[in-house]
């Protein structure tokens, strides 16, 4: 063998080393570990029963009114997390201002959007129609989403009149399931 082949086969063996070591070095941490056993249901019309209270709060609506959680103290409270980016947050923001229509007056439904504009919260609930059928609050700083110990989108939670969270669901809302809870709310 010559000295010139022996030169090629060892920067063939260098190249396909470095090629092999680069692919590993982006393979690593790709490959998902199993899951963690998991305490909670999946999302969905899932119900995961709390007996928290429920965090104070000060936020803004639409025409820049404050709006505190001491002002829902009378009645029931439904109140769930929601932004224009997630899908099933706008499916449920429609059920939520069905269910105020039919419950006004015997429970208050709250929607918080997540630290979106007001213009971006606001176009998004125009589209949907809903913009003055039911209490839409600004949270900039997205605190309130983090004070619930929320873990999905959107997450509503079930209030009694005294302030205790008494239920919640995680995930999208089905209008039957909200109106189940909202019933157990009342009685």
């Known amino acids: 063998m010559t000295s010139k082949s022996i030169l090629i086969?060892?920067?063939?063996?260098?190249?396909?080393g470095m090629v092999g070591f680069l692919f590993s070095l982006t393979r690593s941490g790709t490959e998902k570990p199993p899951p963690p056993a998991s305490t909670e249901p999946p999302p969905g019309d899932q119900i995961v029963g709390k007996t928290e209270t429920l965090p104070e709060f000060s936020f803004k609506d639409y025409d820049n009114r404050a709006v505190r959680s001491f002002d829902f103290r009378d009645l029931p409270l439904v109140v769930s997390s929601w932004?224009?980016?997630c899908d099933m947050c706008m499916n449920g923001i429609t059920t939520l201002a069905a269910a105020q229509r039919t419950y006004e007056g015997y429970?208050?439904?709250?929607?918080?959007?997540?630290?979106?504009s007001r213009a971006a919260a606001k176009r998004a609930t125009d589209t949907l129609g809903v913009s003055e059928k039911l209490v839409l609050l600004l949270d900039p700083s997205d605190s309130f989403y983090a004070s619930m110990h929320a873990t999905t989108m959107p997450e509503t939670l079930f209030i009694s009149k005294d302030g205790r969270i008494v239920d919640r669901i995680r995930g999208p809302i089905s209008r039957e399931a909200l109106?189940?809870?909202?019933?157990?709310l009342l009685h």
């Open 107 to 116: 429970v208050a439904v709250v929607a918080i959007n997540r630290a979106e």
């Open 9 to 16: 086969a060892l920067v063939a063996i260098m190249v396909f």
């Open 83 to 85: 932004a224009s980016w």
């Open 179 to 184: 109106d189940q809870k909202i019933q157990a």
